[in-house]
């Protein structure tokens, strides 16, 4: 399986299942994004997942730089990861793969 497929098979459900998720949500994204930093113990892990988004984005980057892309060939699953965190990674993964692959 290569890792694209594999990108691709996570992608899917997870984006129907944040999508129905926000259909169906109560409040609004930004109002749940401050509920959760109120508290510390949830703003830990909202700290560490924006964390792990930052690192996600450098390497978008950096696989975009390997393949002489431009910055706005990178950007939509830039905008896409601040928002939706692992929706950016796991497109980018899905449609451009990495750069060894495209080598390969």
């Known amino acids: 399986m290569t890792l694209r497929l594999l990108a691709l098979t996570l992608l ?3 984006a129907a299942y ?7 949500a109560e409040q609004s994204l930004v109002a ?23 690192l996600g984005c450098c390497w978008m980057v950096s696989d975009n730089y390997c393949r002489r892309g431009t910055w706005i060939s990178v950007l939509p699953y830039l905008l896409l990861t601040t ?5 950016g990674p796991l497109l980018y993964l899905a449609i451009r793969g990495v750069s060894s692959e495209r080598q390969a």
Do not use: K
Request: cysteine-free.
């Open 83 to 87: 928002v939706f965190v692992s929706l």
């Open 12 to 14: 899917v459900p997870f």
């Open 18 to 24: 944040t999508g129905w998720t926000l259909m169906n």
């Open 32 to 54: 749940f994004g401050l509920e959760l930093m109120a508290r510390p113990d949830t703003a830990q892990v909202v700290i560490d997942l924006y964390l792990m988004a930052g």
